[in-house]
């Protein structure tokens, strides 16, 4: 049996339950076990996992193989050995013996229908998505596209169009789910799939939480505005245009009242969104949903003398090209029910292919750089932190809630105790003052810049 990292391991195994893992240094303490050592067979069909019980202070493992629909799961255990190398032994003498039977899948009799296969294809040709092509036919993206799959065997479809949706044109909606699901895993979430909406019923620490997923897509009937070229054009989408964009969608989800289901009803609901409306317009958007949200735009001023303050205003609507919308979206009725919007500028492809690559998924002979900005936790300090970092640097770190942002509503029936996700960027807000928890030195923005093993560089932007 051959070591293998414990991101390897996660990045194959989606079915253990918080309480047995201990993934977190944060919920260590609510956790039995702690995992200490992974494993993988010669024949790369078997995972493996020693670890602490935290009660009876032993060892213990867990040898895990893949079922009729492809999920690693149990088939063999060891337990109470006194050491960790009592434990190692036993272990690596029980995976010899499955693979000197030579068997590759290994039933347990409740599986129901065939393996999820994302890329087995079940529409025409032309309807295909472009960035499930992008996805499947390029191998620079190699890492991202064995992830994806591995994510997909474990993933529940309540509707039963996840691999339509996910091959055509709801491929952007499809892949924030997507996103979602391995972050409230990382996170140590119970997930709940069984209900058709909202798409994520997820419980931590007997508290419940009701997640919709909602994405900024391209206009169906007409023409989204040219990709900004410079930071005044940016900053000119923020004042309006960009509102209005977040502003539809979220509407849209009010309207469902999810609220009013039995499953969601006095319970906590957020929405989490993600702009995908144009390739990498999700990096420099963030702004505008904060200012929608809440209805107030805070603005860094600079003096002629070089030195710089903050400058507050109140917004009262958004007008751009004959529409336009009140601002502040938590000040709508019936908005009390909805307890957050959830934003990351980081669900694309490319976050997948990190991922994978960490993982050790993909190809060793890719190679990717990494450059962006990071939050200054400075108070005194305006700009942020610019880092480059290769992948492979053995001290290179990255999760699944990196660049997540929580926006709580300050007007909610059901408020979300920030301790339920101590991963992630808090906002709130009080009269005219935000009150921030930040990630310390969280990536604000960033690009990959991926190499082949013919020199050809490829900067791509976001996805």
Known sequence: MKPISQQRFNALCYVREPLVRGLKPETEDFTINKEI?????ERNVLIATIFLDKIDEDFNFVILGRDANKVYRCIDTGVSFESIEDARKVLEEKIDKYSEEGQEEYPQGDENGAPHYIYKQIVEPEKLHTHFRYLVEEPRFEAARNLIEEIIYTFTDPDGNFIKDFQTGGFDNRLWEIFLYVYLHESGFSIDRSFNAPDYVVERFDEVVCIEAVTVNPSRHRKDMPEPQNQEEINERLGDYMPIKFGSPLYSKLNKKYWEKEHV??????????????????????????????????RLK????????????????????????????FKLPETENISAVLFTNSATITKFNRMGKIAGLGSQNIKMIRAGNLFNPD??????????????????????????????????????????????????????????????????????IIITPTDKFEDVDFR
Do not use: C
């Open 37 to 41: 050592e992974w494993y993988i067979d």
């Open 265 to 298: 009803s006095g319970k906590p609901l957020v929405f989490a969104i993600h702009d995908y409306h144009q390739t990498g317009s999700m990096v420099w958007s963030r702004t505008a949903l904060s200012e929608y949200l809440y209805a107030k735009r805070i």
């Open 302 to 329: 600079t003096e002629d003398n070089g030195a710089k303050s903050v400058v507050k205003e109140d917004i009262d609507f958004h007008e751009y090209e004959g529409k336009k919308i009140p601002s502040g979206f």
């Open 379 to 448: 108070p005194e300090a305006f700009d942020p932190i610019p880092f480059f970092v290769d992948i492979d640097d053995p001290s290179y770190r990255e999760t699944w809630s990196e660049s997540i942002v929580m926006f709580h509503n300050p007007y909610t029936l059901y408020p979300i105790d920030l301790a339920l996700f101590p991963d992630i960027t808090h906002i709130k807000i009080d009269g005219d003052n935000y009150y921030s928890v930040t990630r310390p030195y969280d990536v604000m923005s960033s690009r990959t």
